[in-house]
């Protein structure tokens, strides 16, 4: 597994092995927090921005650094086995390139694009206000 | 309380994209400056700053992939330098 799938998937599941999926712990508002941390609060706001999210499944999306958002699924099925998806997209000159769980790539387009540039746009605004306290136009510090 | 950082990029000119159909109504900022992104390669950054100038000047309207790949790239960098901020703001608290 490349060594970026894995991070980002030890920033979703604070765990370096996918076989172990652990719910971070409560954090505690005084507490210091890592990055880690930080990415998982971001990722509670990212990952409602879709909708209800089904019994019984977990979704995650953030932006693991500058030019790459994460989307995760995970599910089970009827019998008990975890079904997960890590959708990795990544920013490059030609647009934006999707990778779905290391083997399938391309650009996308269309509605999915669309889609992804309203998505990334209310994460970054709430993200932005609701965890760092900054004007998402300015940067500067809420009042 | 941590300052903010200079090379925060000002997106206000982007646009919600309407709903539906429809072109985006997303306009690029005349101060984004991708040579300030510290976590992307040199040469990418090049790139994609290169292709912006050259849709600038031939007036053609630029894709709308690029659009939305330059956007992505601006609040990534943007929630990047507020991350560093608060991080750094805890180590000298701690200090």
């Known amino acids: ?143 | 309380m941590t300052e903010q950082r200079a090379n925060v990029y000002d997106i206000n000119e982007y646009r919600q994209l309407p709903a539906g159909e429809g072109a985006a109504d997303l306009r690029d900022n005349d101060q984004l400056d991708l040579r300030k992104s510290r976590l992307m390669s040199p040469e990418a950054a090049r790139a994609l700053l290169l292709t912006h100038q050259a849709y600038a000047e031939t007036g053609v309207e630029k894709p709308l992939a690029l659009i939305v790949a330059e956007y992505a790239l601006a609040c990534g960098v943007n929630i990047g330098q507020v991350r560093s901020d608060k991080l750094d703001s805890q180590e000298s608290k701690a200090a």
């Open chain 1, 1 to 143: 597994m490349s060594n970026l799938l894995t991070k980002a998937l030890s920033m979703i599941t604070g765990a370096e092995t996918v076989l172990s999926f652990s719910i971070p712990k409560k954090i505690r508002p005084l507490k210091k927090l890592t990055e880690r941390e930080l990415i998982q609060l971001e990722s509670e706001i990212g990952r409602e921005l879709f909708g209800p999210i089904p019994k019984g499944h977990r979704r995650e999306f953030f932006n693991l650094d500058p030019k790459t958002w994460i989307w995760y699924e995970e599910s089970k099925d009827a019998s008990g086995l975890v079904h997960s998806s890590t959708t990795r997209y990544e920013v490059q000159e030609k647009g934006i390139l999707k990778a779905q769980d290391g083997a399938q790539y391309s650009y996308i387009e269309g509605q999915e694009l669309r889609n992804l540039s309203l998505a990334i746009q209310m994460y970054y605004e709430q993200v932005m206000r609701q965890i760092y306290k900054r004007d998402p136009k300015t940067g500067h510090q809420l009042a």
